[in-house]
């Protein structure tokens, strides 16, 4: 699913390694519903959970709608 969404916004959006500098977002993909990973480390930054293919759908247009805005 990260390489469905890294093709997807491929020269949209940059992702990075955690830990990097500058990250304005937190993009957990997780494998299931639960979705139980501790996140405590990015406390205080947006995080976006995606569980399912869906999510990373809706992720997806909302980055390319976003752009288009900001471009507008």
Known sequence: MVNYIK???QGKA???PP???GVRLVLAVQG???ACVDLSAFQ???IRT???IEGADTF???VKNSLRSSAD
Do not use: R
Request: proline content about 0%.
């Open 60 to 62: 997806i247009k909302e």
């Open 50 to 52: 995606i569980t399912n």
């Open 44 to 46: 205080g930054m947006e």
């Open 32 to 34: 299931c519903s639960t």
């Open 7 to 9: 093709e997807s916004l």
């Open 19 to 21: 830990g990097t500098k």
């Open 14 to 16: 940059e992702f990075v």
